[in-house]
Every structure is written in structure tokens, then in C-alpha cells.
């Protein structure tokens, strides 16, 4: 299991990822959901979490299904070792730990970002803006995209070199 390599992530979208009103009424039940889901740790957890608002509140709306999926996507970037994850007009675009972690830019998984780009060079770029390193990635419409991408990544690090 790769360990965070940021410690965490911001996520920016344009997605709907809330849990709505009409799901859950109470606003101080709903923050206090948001406090329970950003303090996950495990996909287990996130599991738990899922059945216990099934349990409480009904079928999960999408939108409370795009905030889990977000959450995936937030562990996974942080595993990258981005900073930062824009979702928006459907571009994907992953900021980069600092330039100052060098050894960070030396690693295994930057490595496989590397050659990640280069296999993909018709939706991904990297790109340097005000001294930060980022990812841009096309075509990503949606939360389970970003994700299976990161998931793709992520399963290169891990896989032994032929």
C-alpha cells in the first residue's frame, strides 16, 4: 500500500458533490456528515459511512455518491503527491508537491507520472505556472474518471518493472 505523499489534497470542481437539503434536512446533521466523511480513513470506513447514511437517510442521491467518489479520488491524489486537484470544464489538472521535495521528483511514482505523459501524450501535459509543476489531463468528465485515471497511475507504481 503506498503511503500519502501529500498530506492533503484540496479538491476544486464544478461537480455537484453536496449532500442535498432534501436528503438530509437538519444543516447541523449535514456538517456534522461532512466533518464524518473528511476525517475517513479507509476505504472500509468510507464503506461503513455509505450503509450507515443508507441505514439513516435512504438510497444515496448522486450527488452524496460523487462526494465518496471524491473522497477515493482525494486519497488517490494525495498518493501522487499532488498538492491540489482542479476539476473543471473537463480538464483535470494535478498540482505537485514543491519543487523543494526533491526527492520526491527522484521517486518511483513521479517516475511512472513521467512515463504515464509520454504514453498519453495526446490528453496529458505537464506544465510549469508560478514555479508550480502540474498535470494537465483532458477529457476527464467526471469524478469516476479522475479517479480510474489516478487508479491507473497508481497501479503502474505498484507493479514490479518488466
Not at 40 to 58: A, N, P, T, W, Y
Not at 68 to 97: D, H, S
Not at 117 to 144: A, T, Y
Request: glycine content about 4%; charged content about 25%.
Amino acid at each position: 500500500e503506498l503511503k500519502a505523499l501529500s498530506p492533503d489534497c484540496a479538491i476544486e470542481t464544478d461537480f455537484s458533490i453536496v449532500i442535498p437539503d432534501a436528503y438530509v434536512t437538519n444543516i447541523t446533521e449535514r456538517l456534522s456528515l461532512y466533518s464524518t466523511i473528511d476525517n475517513l480513513k479507509s476505504q472500509e470506513e468510507l464503506e461503513m459511512f455509505q450503509i450507515s447514511l443508507i441505514d439513516r437517510f435512504g438510497p444515496l442521491p448522486k450527488e452524496v455518491e460523487a462526494l465518496a467518489n471524491t473522497v477515493l479520488m482525494r486519497w488517490k491524489a494525495e498518493k501522487i503527491g499532488f498538492e491540489k486537484l482542479v476539476l473543471k470544464n473537463g480538464i483535470m489538472k494535478g498540482y505537485f508537491v514543491p519543487s523543494e521535495n526533491e526527492s520526491y521528483y527522484k521517486s518511483e511514482v513521479f517516475g511512472t507520472i513521467l512515463s504515464y505523459v509520454q504514453q498519453h501524450s495526446k490528453s496529458c501535459r505537464l506544465k510549469e505556472q508560478s514555479k508550480k509543476l502540474i498535470l494537465f489531463v483532458d477529457n476527464i468528465n467526471s469524478i469516476e474518471k479522475a479517479t480510474q485515471l489516478l487508479e491507473d497511475i497508481l497501479l503502474k507504481v505498484a507493479l514490479p518493472h518488466e
